[in-house]
C-alpha cells in the first residue's frame, strides 16, 4: 500500500487515540449494542482528553488544528475497535462545524466550550419521512413571530436523536413565497413543544441511537438561529461534501476492517485438509478486494488532502462515497460468504459487519443519487479528461 504522509504529531495522536479506544469504548461496545445506545458518559471522556473536537479554537477548548487527518485518525481507529456505532464524528465534524461556519460569535461562546468538553451531545435533523436525500421536499416549517421563530414539523431518522442535547433543525422559513427559503434552528433539550419518539430498531449499526423528532409550535428565539434564515438550503448544500468525506473515510476503514478479519479467518480455516487461503479462488477474491481497498483508499486520502486545502468539490466528495461503499458492500459480502456458516452467525464480527455496512449506501445521500452528482459533472460544459486537468 502506498505511503500516507501522516505527521509526527498525527501518528503520536494515533497512538494515544488507540489506547483511549483500548480502554474506554472497546470493552464497552457489546453492552452498547444490547441496550441500543452509547452511555453519555463516553463524549465527556472522551472530551476529557481532548478526542472529541479536536479543531476548534484553543479559547473553546479545541487543539485549533483544522487539519482533517486527526478526524480521519479518529475514524480509522474507531471502526478497528468495531465501534462505528458510537458517531463521535457525527457529533464532532459533522454537526459541530455548522457552529463556526454559520453561528455568531455569541452562539459559538455558548455552544462550543460545552460541545468540545461532551457535555453537549449534537445532532442534525434534516430527514423527513417524505424528505430524505431531496431536501426540497421536507415540510417542516419556521414562522417568524417578532421577537422568536414558531417551529413546527417532524423528522425521522436521526442519529444521535436520544443522546443529542442541541440539534440544527431544518425548516421551510417562506413556504408560500420561497419554497427554497430554509433556516437552520438551534433546538435545545427541554424546549417546550420539542419531543423525541422512541429509540428506533434498526438492522445494523445498534449502538447507535437513531430517533423520529416531534416540533409543536417550539418557540425558538433569535438567537438560536444559524446564520441568515432563508439560505439554510445553501448552508447544508456546503456541508455535504464534508459529510460524505467523513462517510468515505469511514467506509473504507470498515472494509479494511473486514478485510482483515476475513483474512485472518480463511488461514485458519481448514477445507479437504487444506488452509481456505490455500485455495486459488480465494487467493483471487481477495487479490480483487485488496486492490479495490487501496485504490479506494489512495482516493480518499487525496479528497482529505484536497479538503485540507479547500478544493474538495461536491463531485469528488459524492464519487468517494459513492466508491468506497460500494466496495464495503463488496467486501463484507465477501467476507461473510468466504467465513460459510460462520459468517452467518452475530458472534464473529463479520456477521455485525455485514448488517451495519448497509446503510452506507444509503445515508448522506443514496447511491443514485452520488451517480446523479457525478453525471451532472461528466455531462456539464466544463468537462475536460482528467488527463487535461492542472
Known amino acids: 500500500m502506498l505511503p500516507r504522509n501522516f505527521t509526527e504529531d498525527q501518528i503520536m495522536f494515533r497512538d494515544a487515540y488507540r489506547k483511549f479506544l483500548e480502554k474506554e469504548v472497546a470493552p464497552n461496545v457489546e453492552r452498547w449494542r444490547e441496550q441500543g445506545i452509547v452511555d453519555r458518559e463516553i463524549y465527556t471522556k472522551a472530551g ?5 473536537m479536536v479543531w476548534p479554537e484553543e479559547k473553546y477548548g479545541g487543539m485549533g488544528d483544522e487539519d482533517f487527518r486527526f478526524e480521519q485518525i479518529i475514524i480509522e481507529e474507531t471502526a478497528n475497535v468495531y465501534a462505528g456505532d458510537w458517531t463521535n464524528t457525527l457529533h464532532s465534524r459533522l454537526v459541530g462545524p455548522y457552529l463556526t461556519r454559520f453561528g455568531n460569535e455569541e452562539q459559538k461562546d455558548r455552544f462550543l466550550p460545552k460541545c468540545v468538553s461532551g457535555e453537549c451531545i449534537l445532532a442534525v435533523a434534516m430527514t423527513e419521512p417524505d424528505a430524505g436525500s431531496d431536501l426540497a421536499g421536507m415540510k417542516a416549517t419556521a414562522k417568524d413571530m417578532g421577537d422568536h421563530w414558531v417551529l413546527n414539523g417532524s423528522k425521522t431518522y436521526i442519529s444521535n436523536g436520544i443522546n443529542a442535547d442541541l440539534v440544527v433543525v431544518a425548516a421551510k422559513t417562506d413556504p408560500e ?22 429509540n428506533l430498531k434498526k438492522m445494523g449499526m445498534k449502538a447507535q ?27 447544508l448544500m456546503q456541508g455535504l461534501a464534508e459529510e460524505r468525506l467523513i462517510g468515505a473515510c469511514g467506509f473504507i ?3 479494511q476492517k473486514a478485510f482483515e478479519v476475513t483474512r485472518e479467518f480463511v488461514m485458519e480455516r481448514k477445507v479437504f485438509g487444506k488452509p481456505l487461503s ?4 480465494t487467493q483471487f477474491k481477495l487479490a480483487e ?13 487525496a479528497c482529505v488532502a484536497a479538503f485540507n486545502d479547500g478544493k474538495l468539490t461536491a463531485e469528488d466528495a459524492a464519487k468517494a ?3 468506497t461503499s460500494e466496495v464495503l458492500g463488496r467486501m463484507v459480502d465477501e467476507g461473510v460468504q468466504l467465513h460459510g456458516g460462520a459468517g452467518y452467525m452475530d458472534e464473529y464480527p463479520i456477521s455485525r459487519m455485514y448488517t451495519d455496512a448497509r446503510i452506507t449506501r444509503i445515508f448522506a445521500g443514496t447511491s443514485e443519487i452520488m451517480k446523479l ?4 459533472e461528466v455531462f456539464s460544459e466544463g468537462f475536460t479528461p482528467y488527463i487535461d486537468r492542472s
Do not use: C, W
Open 177 to 198: 413565497n420561497n419554497p427554497h427559503a430554509v433556516g437552520l434552528f438551534l433546538v435545545e433539550r427541554g424546549m417546550e413543544g420539542f419531543e423525541r419518539g422512541r
Open 373 to 376: 452528482i457525478v453525471s451532472r
Open 278 to 281: 490455500a485455495m486459488q479462488n
Open 289 to 301: 478486494l485488496r486492490t479495490e481497498i487501496d485504490v479506494a483508499q489512495a482516493h480518499v486520502d
Open 48 to 52: 476529557e482528553m481532548g478526542f472529541l
Open 253 to 255: 476503514a470498515a472494509a
Open 321 to 323: 462515497k459513492l466508491y
Open 209 to 235: 441511537d437513531t430517533a423520529e423528532m416531534f416540533f409543536n409550535d417550539v418557540q425558538v428565539p433569535k438567537e438560536n438561529v444559524l446564520g441568515d434564515p432563508s439560505k439554510g438550503f445553501i448552508y
